[in-house]
Structure formats: C-alpha cells, structure tokens
C-alpha cells in the first residue's frame, strides 16, 4: 500500500508548514479513521475520494474542518460563544498549517417554502434595502423599513395569509361535491363518517332542516347556514337510529368549521390529510400571492413593485437595475441630497446586486427568479446557489471545504462549476472537496484517496499526492473508474437490458406544468428509462411530479387497479402551492398495477428515527429478544425492548441515549446518561441477552456486521441483505435518520422497497438515485434496478451520472437549457441513438460514455421505435 504522504517530503526533517504551504494532519481518528497521518496542500484544489463510508468525511469535514472552527470559536469572547452553535472538538492529535475555514456541506431536511433564491444567496437583503432607501413612495407615505419589503418578517407579512402567499379556503363546491344527494346521503362530503356524521345530520334534523331532498333543492340560505355558520348551537338528540337509547345534548358544527378545526388541532396526520382534501387552494386574495402587505406594494424601482421584481427571471432583472449603475460618477454630488431612484444609494446598491447577481448568470442560473420557492429547486440548483453565495463573499486565504459540488449537476452545468473552484483558488484560497464525480477529481490538483472499502473496512488514506499517481495503488476502488484504460474491462455485449423490448408504452398528450407546456412523452414499459437534462431542463417536474400524479390517480383507492404505496411520498410544504397540472389523452395506465416514488426526502426528522425503525427491521429484532427464555420468564414482551417507550427504556434520559450538559461560557455539549451510559435501556432490559448481545449492542452494528448475527432471523435478514445490495453495509443499524444524506435516504427507501414480495407491474419513479454514491457503489444500485426490471417492473430515474444513462434500455432527454428555455424532448430512443443526436446537450456525454463519437446527423429509426409501431 503506497504512505499517504507525498513522497519529496518525506526524506528531510519537516519544515514550518506556513513554509511549505502543507496542513499536516496527525493522529485522527474520527469515527472509522484509524490513527490518520496525511499532508494537504494549501492554495491547491484537493480532491478526497473513496467508497461512500470509507472516512472521507471525516477527514476534510469532521476533522480539518472541524478543528479549524473549533480554533475560530476559542478567540471569540466567551459570553458570545453561547450564542453560537458550535460543532464537536474533532479526535486528533495535530492539525499544523492550517488556515481558517469554510464549509458548504449538503443541506439535510425539508427546505421551507419560505426560503426563496433570494434568501439563500441573500441578494433579498438587498432589493429589500434599495425599496427602501431609493424606490419611489406614493405622495405623503412614510418611508419603510427594509422588514416591511419582506414576508418573512411581522412588520411586511400579509395580514391574511401571514406571509406564505397562499390562502386555503372552502367554497360550497369544495365541501359539497355532487348536489344531487340529500344530507342523509352525504352530500357534505367534508363532513366527519361514521357516528360524528349522524350525529350531525341528527342534530340538523332536530333543527328543523330537511335532510332527504337533494342539496340542490335547499334554500341558499339554509345552504349558507349549514356550510359556513360560525353558530354553534346545542339541542336535545333523540338518535334516530336507535329508539331506544337516550337523548343527549348535541352540539352543531358548519362544515366550513370542522374542516378548519381539524387542521387547526388534529394530531392525526390522515385527518387533515382527509379534509385538506376539501378546501381549495389559491394566491392569497389581499396581497395577490406575494405574502406582503398593501403598504409595501404601493413602492416601485424601475417602475415595478418589488412582487414584480422578484418575480422576473435574473438575466431581466440584470437589465432592470443595469441603468442605475451606469449612471454618470459626476452627478454624485447633486444625488447625495436627492431622494429615489438616482440617488447614491440607489447606485451603490444597484452595483453591488448586479456583481452578485452576475455570478449566478456566469453559473448558468439566469433562469432562476429572486422569488423562486426552494422546495422547487433541483439539488444542482441548490449547490450552485450556494456556491455563488461564498465565490462573491470574497474572502482570501481560507479553505474551503465542499460536500460533491457536482452532486445534482448534469456534466455540462459541471464545467462552469469547474471555472469556479478555479476562481476560488486563484483567489487565494483552497478548495478542499469530498467528491465521486471522476470528471471533477481529474481536475483537482492533487487527490487523497480514502478506503479501501466502508465502515470499519476502511479509515485508511491509501494515496496523498498529484492524481496521476493513484494509478499506482492497486488498492483502491477509486482506480479503475479514474483510470478507465487500466481496468483492461471491454464492453459487456451481454450486460442487462441490451436485448430488452419494452412490455407496452405509457403515453401522456399535452402536458402542461412549469416550464412543460404542451409536452407530449412518451415511457416505454418494462424496461429501465434514463430522464436526463440540463439542471432545470423540467426532468423532476415531468417524472416526480407530472408521471407520479397521473400514475397515482389510476391508482386510487377507489379507482381501477391496486391501492398505490409510495416508499417515500413526501406531503408538500405549508404555503407550498402546486403549479396547476394539465394533462390531454393518457394511454397505458391499464398496464400499471402499483406506484413507487423513491426521493430523498430524509426517513425521519428526529435522531429517535433511524435506519433500523424505519426499515422495520428493529421490530424483528424487538421479537427475537422478546422470544428468549429469559425475556419470557420474566415476562417481557416486544414493547419492552424499544426505546420509544417506558418500561424498557431508561426513564433518566427518556431513551435517548445522551442528556444535554450546560457549560456556561464554554460551548454547550451532551454527554452519555450517566445512568444507563448511553444504552438507553434500564439494568433489567439489558440482562436478557440473545446470541451473547443484548439489545442495546445491536444498534452499534453496521448492517454487514448484523448480516451474520441475525443470519438466522428471516425477517432481519431480508432487511438487512436489501440494505447492502444497494450499498448500505457500512451504515450502522442505529444511524439516526438526521445524519444520513438524501442519497442515503433514498437507498434505505428503495432497500425498504426491494424487501417486500416482489411482484411484476409496478412503475418505480426515482430522482437521481446515484446522488453522493462512489461509482463502485453506483455499480451496485444499477443491479438491483436492473433486478426490478427482470421481475417485469417498469423503472424511471432521472439521472445525471453518464454511466447509470448508458447502462439503460431508453433515454429521454429534455432542454435545450433550463427554466423557459427548457421543457423541450431533445431526443428519446436507445442511448446508443441518444448518442447521436446534434441537438442534446446530453449526447457528447453520453457518447463519451458509450465510447462513440458523436455524429452530425439525427439517428436512424432504432429497434424500439419499431417495437412501438407494432405494439
């Protein structure tokens, strides 16, 4: 195995690292590292690579990164330090030559739809202050703070729908959907079923209301009343249902009433699902869907409202703020006493907006608007922002430490990534980055490959030195996807899917949504298809949201086919409000008996969540404990091995694990129960013991580990062998869902998928499946794709990763750009015939990836275009 260290260094005593420009690391040993030594260059790009789970992570994020925060906080006073979160004191010995950093990681959670491109890379703050210091007021209005020109903040948030832009209400239409029936037959749908809605009716009756003619045929008033009333009168029931049971004193609610209870104090997430279902959802009345108030929207700049300004895409709003900042320096003088749009703070404003806003053009997001809802955004978006964000703040000699800059982004949004971290370098700075994309590593200065494999199989820095020199260590898995020409591997002729005939075709006319208009698609049957497309291009629309909701309505419950199940469904944010959908003819749907949407969404919003519970694996394990002559002796069932609930679990720490520790003016910290020690469990729980363990020690294995000690549970071992067929094996069965990645959590999703009976005809929709996953691993979840597919399942991902593209039966690539230049099929087929196509943006990829040369002419009609003639 070739010593991480670079090897000129090695043969005199170490000179100062500010001298030598090296951060010498010794001794770490965070999480898997095993008592690391390493140098890194300083004012380099530096590339760590390795399987997911190896300690890549740990080395640039939980140690270099960590260690050079944990230095920041000790020369910030003492009283501010408890105002600042402030992360853990990284295991190692030294850390010498290292300069200050910066972290970008990937974002964890559910973004807020209060969170806009403008707040994310801040360029908000500063439309707010030029409405404020320099927009044109109405004659006689007080000048506004900046927090009035915000919906986010008390002082600009509509009165009505507090800032969201969305208002939910209830119409007559919504709660009563067909008029025809009486009361007695449910014509008011939005009320409760069972004994809640008879009460109701019963109470109406006593009222005096009719409730056997048709609702149609009521007086509007009485419509009204019974609808929208705020009343709430008591009467004396007699049942009439039940003769003989006793009046009692019944309480009358509006429908309109029920419906905004149950979604003001239900607990019961399928209650207000149910009557969410019975309101309808539009742009806030008052303030026209912008969250703002009256007063707010009265200012202009440029002759539009800061509504309109952030509603326009950045390549306009560069044009609408362009000529205040060209305005002559001469008149400074006369403009430092006027007031508007030509004073020097209009100018001075307007300047610093257009560089910042620049950068984003220069990235290729001069699509995106300043208003545009982050839940909408693409993961590459999102990186991107964020790296345009640090790029402007112009900072010099720092390090940054980026978490897969390329994750999210097609290879042609990738290059001008590339120009960027270059900038940042020549800026003065390093860039430290923890990345799979080969492209980006090829480009780094210098690489430190981390393994050889994950978990407790890896923490060994196999290579540190210039990327040429990895071709050396056999070692590494790295090596064979950097160095394709050494793999000595020849095209596989026979790999899965190269004969494949698509089963059907599901075809959708007419689609419009977001940047999809008119759009007609067409997904073959049976095989595995590849939705690619420049970030923005309309790929997540069409797949995540287009295909999934006209497959899921086929499959209703009350509709035709089987009850759709979707392994990672997540529900749309409050305030969100979904872009309408219109879809013409679709044909196919007979062909499809189930829906499976795997996203990224994490599994769990809480550490109590993690990938034993969510997986149901951990019931098994509960039963097997439960199931030893010990446990039944005593007479503990399953319930007294999790440590959700009282009786097993350790009552000190509520099951935690860990209780918090105040330290005053040192940073706030958690440190292990100090009665079960970090167990969770109580003394007795632990006593039962299965296979020499007891249960607390379970969840400190890593699912390769648990494969041989629950080799004997079916059910267990079902779980856990999905969970390492798609990559998983280094993860620990208690991982708590807050620390996995949306990669992660989109493989435990599709792990939890693969475990159940499997059975044919089911359409699996997944959104870049391959995020933040070594190609090694890649490798691993393309054959259980592939294994779906065999079974006589239908499987579409959209995907970024070349060689996932190349390895599918059909592609459909859209463009050719992002936003309103996207939306567009570019070219559909076989990838081979994808390849060929002049006017992809995705083509001179895929045909590098393929190992063609691209062609200057549209391909030739391919086998699947036939198949679809004849079918």
Known sequence: MQNAKHTDDLQDPAPSPAADGFVRVRGARENNLRNVDVDVPRDAIVAFTGVSGSGKSSLAFGTIYAEAQRRYFESVAPYARRLIQQGHNPKVELISGLPPAVALQQRRGVPSSRSTVGTVTTLSNSVRMLFSRAGTYPEGSPQLDSDAFSPNTA??????????????????????????????????????????????????????????????????????????????????????????????????????SYVLHTLADSQSA?????????????????????????????????????????????????????????????????????????????????????????????????????GRSTPTLSPGEMQRLRIATQLRSGLFGVVYVLDEPSAGLHPADAEPLLEVLEQLKSSGNSVFVVEHNMDVVRHADWLVDVGPRAGEGGGEVLYSGPVDGLAGVEDSVTRPYLFPDLSGQEADDDAPGRDREPAGWLELRDISRHNLQGLDAEFPLGVLTAVTGVSGSGKSTLVSQVLAEVAGGWLRPDGPGAVSTGAADGGVDEGELSAPLSVGPVSGLEHIDRLVKVDQKPIGRTPRSNLATYTGLFDAVRKVFAATDEAKARGYGAGRFSFNVAGGRCETCQGEGFVAVELLFLPGSYGPCPECGGSRYNPETLEVEYHGQNVAQVPAMTVDAASEFLADVPAAAR?????????????????????????????????????????????????????????????????QLHGLVDAGNSVVVVEHDMAVVAGADWVIDLGPSGGDKGGSIMAAGTPAAVAQSVESRTAPYLATALGQETASQHPARSRFDNAKAMS
């Open 270 to 370: 399928s209650m207000r699902e149910r009557v969410l279902a019975y309101m309808e959802s539009g742009p806030c009345p008052l303030c026209g869907g912008s969250g703002l108030r009256p007063e707010a929207l009265a200012v202009t700049f440029a002759g539009r409202t800061i509504a309109e300004l952030n509603a326009v895409p950045l390549t306009e709003l560069a044009g609408i703020i362009r000529p205040t900042t060209e305005l002559a320096s001469a008149g400074t003088a006369s403009r430092k006493q006027s007031s508007g749009e030509t004073n020097e703070v209009a100018v001075a404003i307007t300047r610093d907006l257009l560089q910042r806003v620049t950068v984003l053009l220069d990235l290729g997001l001069g699509y995106l608007a300043l």
């Open 719 to 783: 779980s856990l062998t999905s969970l390492r067929d798609v990559g998983l094996g280094y993860l620990r069965l208690g991982q708590p869902a807050t620390e996995l990645s949306g990669g992660e959590a989109q493989r435990i999703k599709l792990a939890t998928e693969l475990q159940r009976a499997q059975r044919g005809h089911t359409l699996y929709l997944l959104d870049e499946p391959t995020t933040g996953l070594h190609p090694a691993d890649v490798q691993l979840l393309m054959a």
């Open 155 to 256: 002082a600009g948030a509509c009165r009505e729908c507090h800032g969201l832009g969305v208002a939910h209400t209830v119409t007559e239409a919504s709660l009563v959907p067909d008029p025809s029936l009486s009361i007695r037959e449910g014509a008011i749908a939005a009320w409760p079923g069972a004994w809640q809605g008879k009460n109701l009716r019963d109470i109406l009756t006593h009222l005096g209301y009719d409730v056997d003619i048709p609702w149609r045929k009521l007086p509007k008033k009485h419509r009204d009343w019974i609808l929208f009333t705020e009343e709430q009168p008591v009467v004396e029931v007699t049942p009439q249902r039940d003769r003989v049971a006793k009046p009692y004193k019944g309480r009358f609610w509006s429908a309109r």
